[in-house]
DNA sequence: TGAAATATGTCAACGAGGCTGACTTATATC
DNA sequence: GATATAAGTCAGCCTCGTTGACATATTTCA
């Protein structure tokens, strides 16, 4: 049975779901507060991410990988292009294609979000259990530090006293218990 | 030098950047997929999903638990309370507080949900190099078996040959090479 | 007891970023 | 030369985030 020795409880999968929920919102509040900064979204990240990294990447390319329609990335496209974070160019064997890169700009930005995350994998990963451990200390220790040990503490709550009512509610339109309750149009 | 010795090649953390970007892409397409039908979105799952594990959560709780304001929450709490999946009652201790609990019909979708996730993660975790190795194969691991193909043969294009074009633009204005270059407003 | 703080609910308006459907323009392919 | 394909665009819609202002019930504290 692997365990993967390190901090890393058993790894229940209903417990990852809520981890990797955990995870996922910091991994991306990092990049969130500088792309504000600049007037952009989370839709252009991905796009100047994608374009940066695989350079003359084409349209249709870029629409298979983020699973979005046409129109939707032209918008954030658009935005790049014009404030010239992103460059087309025709393509050469087929010059139906429009090849896209970063410019020097869009190269400085995307390597600045980068950073912010790959930080917060390194850290992750530096972390005992992070490498090589269990997806859930790793998962674990991609969450913001200071909410660690909140996020603890509401799985800890996982089952048992509820702290104020009972168990879950049985019926399907509310039959009155102890706590009053607050009906759909129930006076 | 930890390397979780299975399937995965050594971490680096822009890889998992990307990795992590297209586990939880699929991650959140099963459920969408099931809410498309009730009419709910994503946001009707975290509430959903938060209120059935712990039951007798509070309106602040879940808040920030979520990270989005209150009026975002209402708005798709009251969905569920009007169409019966989750029902409120008043706290006992502090009557101000409204505890959340699913309804039976709640429950069960939020079951149903819970299922198609946590069957990719335990998946994921049965595959070689899934639960013991490294994050990098999890995360592969997580991603749709009939995508993972095109994923792998994206990230091998790291680097080397464009196919198409040269390397990244250098310029910030567009700096015409053998690529005819579309600019912002250039005729 | 009365004032202030707290937990929640709500109205209105706005923005980002998804979507569908219809249509245009280049270019390639047969 | 007809047809298919890559890309761009217009219009309108939906979800789900935001801010700001304000109402109500209840608790806490001076």
Excluded: W
Excluded at 37 to 53: E, I, K, M, N, S
Excluded at 60 to 86: F, H, M, P
């Amino acid at each position: 049975m692997p365990d993967g020795g390190a901090s890393g409880a058993a790894c229940s999968s209903d417990d990852l779901i809520e981890l990797l929920f955990f995870a996922y919102r910091d991994f991306v509040g990092d990049p969130d507060r500088i792309l504000a900064q600049y007037g952009f979204g989370r839709a252009h990240h991905r796009v100047l991410h994608f374009v940066d990294r695989y350079p003359g990447l084409t349209i249709a390319e870029l629409l298979d990988i983020l699973r979005i329609t046409k129109q939707s990335l032209n918008r954030v496209l658009k935005d790049l292009i014009e404030q010239g974070y992103i460059v087309q160019r025709t393509g050469t064997s087929d010059r139906r294609q429009r090849l896209l890169f970063c410019s020097g700009t869009g190269a400085t930005l995307a390597a600045e979000l980068t950073r912010v995350q790959a930080r917060r994998l390194a850290r992750a990963l530096a972390m005992p259990g992070g490498a090589g451990g269990s997806p859930e200390s790793f998962l674990l220790a991609m969450i913001e530090p200071d909410e660690r040990a909140a996020v603890r503490r509401l799985m800890a709550r996982r089952g048992q006293g509820v702290g104020e009512g009972v168990g879950p509610v049985g019926g399907e339109a509310g039959d009155a218990l102890d706590g009053k309750i607050l009906g759909q149009d129930a006076a």
